[in-house]
């Protein structure tokens, strides 16, 4: 199951595949092991050059709303470079990915430390997902958004405890997902939607804080409705990718157990063999 599974996906995305694996096949052994994990986290610092050095090991618990702030933090600063008026001039933020998330830390202490100002943070919603059947049992164990590890239902349910943690629990009532042609942007509603399905960016697997929702048949020249059904999550670069080199995109069940595919063009696959993309490529007991 796992070597036909893994055809056609990367490195990365093969060892993700094995964790969802690891966790289907033992599912009573997710909780003593997250109790392991958790006994060995930590965070040390020293000096050294005139530089503090950090280094944290974390287990997924604690690790999933750092991770969501700070990934939120960079989405945020980086959606404000492409607003900025002056993008092009000498003095424009040109930080990389790892300053952005070492000024997101200190941005992060100082609030804590007395700081007032609201810290800009996009998306920084924590999503632990189970199916109802194991939250009803206490039993099996659910994932959380941005991170490949399972947590133990136990788990589940002491996150959604906290702030800013939204259970998403399969198998329940839901919102009016589909809007036609009355919105323009898909809803907050829609997009959690979509990031149950796709589980971020649906090509190649970026969390869902690097993601926008776009429509597959576009809104202005396809006339495309606002609709699960015609949505997916993408980052910028696949973005760019699908429209400029001739990628399809299709969709089937988009409300239950949807799947999304990729459709190469010729000059990359002449057969043109679909490629399943979502969160679907690492659900192996389907």
Not at 190 to 201: F, P
């Amino acid at each position: 199951m796992l070597t036909d599974a893994a055809v056609g996906l990367t490195l990365d995305h093969v060892r993700r595949l094995v964790v969802r694996a690891e966790a289907w096949l033992d599912p009573d052994g997710v909780e003593p092991k997250e109790e392991e994990r958790r006994g060995k986290r930590s965070v040390t610092m020293f000096e050294r050059g005139g530089m503090l050095h950090l280094n944290a090991r974390l287990d997924v618990e604690t690790a999933a709303p750092i991770v969501t702030a700070i990934r939120g933090f960079v989405t945020a600063a980086f959606a404000a470079r492409i607003d900025a008026p002056d993008a092009d001039s000498p003095d424009a933020d040109r930080r990389t990915v790892p300053m952005i998330q070492a000024d997101a830390l200190a941005v992060f202490c100082a609030h804590v430390l007395g700081c007032e100002k609201r810290v800009p943070v996009a998306g920084a919603t924590v999503i632990v997902r189970m199916s109802v059947e194991d939250l009803e049992a206490g039993t099996g164990s659910a994932t959380v958004d941005g991170l490949d590890q399972p947590v133990s239902v136990g788990a589940a349910r002491r996150m959604a405890a906290g702030g800013g943690i939204i259970p998403c629990v399969l198998g329940g009532d839901s919102e009016v997902l589909d809007w036609g042609r009355e919105k323009r942007l898909f809803t907050r509603a829609q997009r959690l939607a979509l990031v149950e399905r796709d589980g971020g960016c649906a090509m190649c697997g970026l969390p869902p804080e690097m993601t926008k929702a776009h429509h597959i048949r576009w809104w202005k020249r396809d006339h495309g409705p606002t609709d699960l059904a015609n949505g997916v999550l993408l980052c910028e670069t696949c973005h760019h990718r699908i429209h400029d080199n001739g990628w399809e995109i299709r969709v089937d069940h988009p409300r239950v157990g949807g799947r999304v595919w990729f459709l190469p063009p010729r000059y990359v696959d002449p057969a043109r063999t679909p490629r399943l993309g979502g969160l679907a490529r690492f659900d192996i007991a389907a």
